[in-house]
């Protein structure tokens, strides 16, 4: 069956890199597409960005400039990298399979990343 | 960006009561819309797509409705279960946008 599961690191300090992994299993990366959805404590669900099955990706401009998605199709596994942390940035990020056209189906259980010193 | 807006910002039903979120778009979705229940700690589980699809496995008493800029998730006779945090989300366009939640609780 299908499944994502985020995996990185809890604490992150303020300006440094979060880098987190989504790996899949059920489905190739290759005809499926990943979005990652983060949502801050209390708060709701923000969309952050997506690569497609192609490889090609996009983002949500309010972030574009410190986002990076990517993937290695022979793990099966997505990648996210954002850089210039702050505490804002503290949430349970989630990866979900995007299908065209489709709502997230699959989601992952989340990671969560809290941003402090 | 289309901007999703959902009341009531939280909601107490009885036992068997029936409930209604609303979920209103900032431009027309054209049905692209599809609801989700979060309990605490969890992720996110779709229930509803296309305004009115039924996911796989989810009870008959949630039913979506709408079209255009307006949507509604009704709960059919309210289970313990159904008690958690409910999201619209649009698929018309990116970037993905979601509405603000709705808080249901069982009174």
């Known amino acids: 069956q299908v499944q994502l599961k985020e995996s990185g690191p809890g604490l992150v300090q303020p300006s440094q890199t979060l880098s987190l992994t989504c790996t899949v299993s059920?489905?190739?990366?290759?005809?499926?597409?990943v979005s990652w959805i983060r949502q801050p404590p209390g708060k709701g669900l923000e969309w952050m960005g997506v690569i497609w099955s192609n490889g090609g990706t996009d983002y949500n401009s309010a972030i574009k400039s410190r986002l990076s998605i990517s993937r290695d199709t022979s793990k099966s596994q997505v990648f996210l990298k954002m850089n210039s942390l702050q505490t804002e940035d503290t949430a349970m990020y989630f990866c979900?399979?995007?299908?065209?056209?489709?709502?997230?189906?699959?989601w992952g259980q989340g990671v969560m990343v809290t941003v402090s010193s | 960006d289309i901007q999703m807006t959902q009341s009531p910002p939280s909601l107490s039903a009885s036992l068997g009561e029936t409930v209604s979120i609303e979920c209103r778009a900032s431009e027309d979705i054209y049905s692209n819309l599809a609801w989700y229940q979060q309990k605490s700690g969890k992720s996110p589980q779709l229930l509803i797509y296309?305004?009115?699809s039924l996911q796989d496995g989810v009870p008959s008493r949630f039913s979506g409705s709408g079209s255009g800029t307006q949507y509604s998730l009704k709960i059919s006779g309210m289970q313990p279960e159904d008690e958690g945090v409910y999201y619209c989300l649009q698929g018309s366009k990116y970037p993905r946008t979601f509405g603000g939640g709705t808080k249901l609780e069982l009174k």
């Open positions: 979900a399979r995007n299908v065209p056209g489709d709502p997230f189906d699959y």
């Open positions: 059920g489905l190739s990366l290759t005809s499926n597409s």
């Open positions: 296309y305004a009115s």
